[in-house]
């Protein structure tokens, strides 16, 4: 059993209060933003239209429903995979291996899906039960967060995360204890992390886009692009699933309660935010103005890809050919940094390519409305705070040759400004 630690990474997130307040404002965001979505005047930053009840909230239906999906995914991530791979090196100098059939469960859920609505299924009706659903998945992750928590106090020391063990309930329940939960070989949050929040995510999109098609005779041009854009988004990060095994996510962070609500909670209910408006909003987007979003979301897809697949490449082998001839810089560590092609033109490259995806799911939903850019939004401070989060790691870790990189590559997220 792993002492108490009181590690000696610098606190995030303001420390035990900052947890404490963001565990408490973040699922009221998720619930206020389901109930605005769904409001005559859509306002992001007035009022709730009123306060769910308790019997609005709870539906055994919808747990089970929640519970039922979980199952299948974990299903799906069972069968066998045409690809295991290495993790990074851990502190004990072992390397964990994960299936590589996310993609494979996208496909496989579809068909399902598919199947299920020719059958009869009501897909439909999920609009409906978003609020249940959302209530259901919070339970889900309060009670999986403890678990986790009880979990890690039973790992050795080796299995902790660089920054969930502190020594404080509140922070460490909130940041993650354990860098990589797992029981056999399933990995808790290599599971959570793509899976049941993405492609729920992108489920509920579809129920969204059927219901207005019900609605309205068909789905309007703004719930085709939102559609089109977030199922490119998920099906690009399920093709490349390998690429999570080099992001903070997992090579940093442990898994507690904030990536746990925020996989399995935060992610399926508000970021699809977008098509839950339009379906109570309807917004005219003619095919010129739809081709420029096109042209948006296609550049920020060029700049996320290209900048991912390139760290990511680079990382798994340096001689790779498509990175051998990019400039690097040395550093204590034995490992190198990219300075040249796309982590050349600023330190974060592939932020800047998510945040102009960003924008381009926000206008389908006109300018009238801040609601939709929700996500826009938030997704800045996040990914401001996240590169913040990064730099800090990085300095810590590479030292000089960090202060060398920064020198040569000023810019932090977009370039000559920030
Ligand atoms: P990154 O994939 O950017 O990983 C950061 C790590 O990359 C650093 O810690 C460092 O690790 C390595 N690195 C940094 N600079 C260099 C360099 N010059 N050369 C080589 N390696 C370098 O971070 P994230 O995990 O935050 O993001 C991954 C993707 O996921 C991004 O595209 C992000 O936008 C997206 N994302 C999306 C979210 C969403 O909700 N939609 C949420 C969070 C992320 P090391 O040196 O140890 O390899």
């Known amino acids: 059993m792993a002492p108490p630690q009181g590690s000696r990474a610098p606190l995030e997130f303001g420390g035990p209060l900052g947890a404490a307040a963001l565990m408490l404002l973040l699922p009221v965001t998720m619930f206020h933003l389901l109930l605005v979505a769904r409001s005559g005047p ?12 308790l019997e609005e909230l709870w539906s055994p239906w919808a747990l089970l429903l929640c519970l039922t999906w979980l199952g299948l995914q974990a299903a ?3 069968l066998p995979a045409h ?3 290495e993790g990074q090196e851990l ?4 390397r964990l291996r994960y299936p590589i059939n996310g993609f494979q469960a996208l496909v496989l859920t579809a068909l399902l899906v598919g199947l299920g609505v020719s059958a009869g299924l009501p897909l439909s009706a999920l609009p409906e039960m978003l609020l249940p659903l959302a209530f259901a998945a919070t339970l889900i992750a309060f009670i999986f967060s403890l678990l986790l928590y009880l979990k890690a106090l039973l790992a050795p020391a080796s299995a902790l995360a660089p920054g ?3 020594g404080n309930l509140i922070y460490d329940f909130f940041l993650g204890r354990e860098l990589n ?3 056999c070989s399933f990995d808790f949050k290599y599971f959570c992390e793509l899976r049941p929040g993405l492609i729920g995510w992108v489920l509920i999109n579809l129920a969204l886009l059927i219901q207005e098609a019900e609605l309205r005779g068909s789905p309007s041009l703004a719930m085709w692009l939102v559609n089109g854009f977030q199922l490119l988004y998920v099906g690009d990060a399920l093709w490349y ?11 940093h962070d442990g898994f507690g309660f904030m ?12 970021y699809s935010l977008q098509a839950q408006f339009l379906l109570y909003h309807p917004q005219p987007l003619g095919w010129p103005l739809a081709s420029f979003i096109c042209l948006i979301n296609a550049v920020g897809y060029y700049i996320f890809r290209g900048a991912n697949s390139q760290k990511n490449t680079f990382r798994k082998n340096p001689s790779d050919p498509r990175v051998a001839d990019l400039e690097t810089i040395s550093t204590a560590t034995g490992r190198r940094l990219l300075v040249s092609g796309w982590w050349g033109m600023v330190r974060h490259p592939n932020y800047l390519g998510d945040l102009i995806m960003a924008l381009a799911w926000s206008l389908p939903c006109g300018v009238f409305h801040l609601l939709p850019y929700f996500y826009f939004l938030y997704f800045t401070a996040m990914l401001v705070h996240r590169e913040d989060r990064d730099e800090r790691q990085c300095r810590q870790k590479y030292g000089l040759a960090w202060h060398e990189y920064c020198r040569r590559v000023p810019y932090r997220i977009v370039p000559y400004v920030y």
């Open 181 to 183: 939960p797992r029981i």
């Open 91 to 94: 502190k004990d100098k072992s």
């Open 241 to 251: 699933e390998e690429a999570v095994l080099t992001t903070m996510d997992i090579i």
């Open 42 to 53: 859509a306002r992001l930053l007035g009022p709730p239209p009123y306060l769910p009840g």
């Open 76 to 78: 799906l991530y069972l």
């Open 164 to 166: 969930g063990n502190s």
């Open 259 to 270: 990536l746990a609500f925020g996989d399995l909670a935060w992610v399926p209910f508000t």
């Open 83 to 85: 690809k295991v791979a």
